[in-house]
């Protein structure tokens, strides 16, 4: 048992989370966090390229392969945070944790909305109202502010179930998770008889039909873990929901004569495999014991990563700024005649995105920099 407190320590993260500070931050989840800013700038760029009409010529066909396979960065980025707000070590503070990060967070999606407002302001002459409105309603990646603000809430909630539960109650938690949101999902997605679609209008079990389920895994993996042979079925089938993810998505796109962009939501089972798949695979690549349960970790494991934990844990801090200003910079370089078809596609994509990074990167590094106000807009 102490091997097990021991381990669980070594994930706390050098971060303000919930008021605490700790002397180590997980590179892993730090890496994770920009392989999820990635897959979202990725998403959004292609989806913006993608014609409404399907087209079977090997330039589409590439752009929504391109965008079939990144679409793993909510759910990752939600299952970071729930491993760090739900670590076993600790006791949430209610007061610091509305402070620290609910009260903070409400004032990021305030200032970055109202931001994404005066731009459109200005660059297309709209009227001050639209500004209001932008407040309110937000861009469209800003919908992810809102939705942490309600995990966060319920964190004190959280964390005592999952500190006080079985394991295998943790478990047939996610199995609803998975039955309920995921697997209903997908089916929706796909063609179906109107009978079905009856049947699924029934179910109604909001707790596990949200990103609570991914926030709960994301604690589950990191601090109780999987039998070591279930790491290698996690690693197949994401593999395989990899594949199927780039498949169903042209191949409903061909049926449908559009983009079928919902049978690769963060919902559909094909990303939550590959998720899981990337989110597992990162933390054993740094920490061998990761995501494995107790009887199954090892003394003297190999760990990586503790020379760049400082490098990775600077990205990882300036990834909330730059996912905050992507969709700016890629206003902007439109604006000035730069996307993803200046060159061909093929390279377009990534290169425009490489760029795109790269420029939210440092703008977001720049702005949590500012002496007290940094941490109140990124």
Request: charged share 15%; aromatic share 14%; hydrophobic share 50%.
């Amino acid at each position: 048992m102490d091997k097990v407190k021991e381990s669980k320590n070594s994930i706390a993260e050098a971060a303000q989370v919930n008021g605490e500070k700790y002397n180590y931050r997980n590179p892993a989840l730090d890496l994770l966090r920009v392989i999820s800013l990635i897959g979202v700038i990725v998403m959004h760029v292609t989806s913006g390229v993608i014609g409404a009409d399907f087209t079977s010529d090997s330039m589409y066909i590439l752009k929504l392969a391109y965008n079939a396979l990144f679409h793993y960065g909510v759910p990752i980025f939600v299952m970071i945070s729930g491993a760090l707000f739900l670590k076993p070590e600790g006791i949430v503070d209610i007061k610091k944790l509305w402070i620290h990060n609910i009260l903070r967070m409400t004032i990021v999606y305030v200032v970055w909305s109202a931001a994404y407002g005066i731009y459109d302001y200005l660059q297309y002459k709209a009227g001050w109202k639209y500004i209001i409105w932008e407040i309110v309603n937000s861009r469209d990646h800003l919908w992810f502010l809102p939705m942490l603000i309600g995990l966060y809430m319920i964190v004190p909630i959280l964390s005592t179930w999952v500190k006080n539960a079985k394991p295998k109650e943790i478990r047939y938690f996610l199995i609803l998770f998975v039955v309920f949101q995921v697997i209903c999902e997908t089916i929706k997605a796909v063609p179906h008889p109107e009978l079905v679609d009856f049947i699924l209008a029934i179910k109604n079990i909001q707790l596990v039909c949200s990103y609570v389920g991914y926030f709960i895994l994301g604690y589950y993996l990191v601090h109780i873990g999987v039998a070591k042979h279930t790491v290698k079925l996690i690693y197949v089938c994401g593999c395989i929901c990899g594949a199927l993810s780039l498949i169903s998505l042209v191949g409903l796109s061909y049926i449908r004569n559009r983009g079928a962009f919902e049978i690769v939501d963060s919902y559909s089972l094909f990303t939550f495999g590959w998720a899981v798949a990337i989110f597992v695979a990162v933390n054993r690549f740094f920490d061998k014991n990761a995501c494995l349960d107790e009887k199954d970790r090892t003394e003297n494991a190999p760990r990586r990563g503790q020379k760049i934990s400082k490098f990775m844990g600077e990205l990882g801090k300036d990834s909330f700024g730059a996912y905050l200003c992507h969709i700016a910079v890629v206003q902007i370089l439109m604006s000035i005649g730069y996307s993803a078809y200046t060159i061909p596609i093929a390279i377009g994509i990534p290169t425009y995105v490489v760029s795109v990074f790269i420029i939210s990167m440092l703008i977001g590094g720049l702005l949590r920099r500012i002496p007290f106000i940094g941490r109140y807009i990124c």
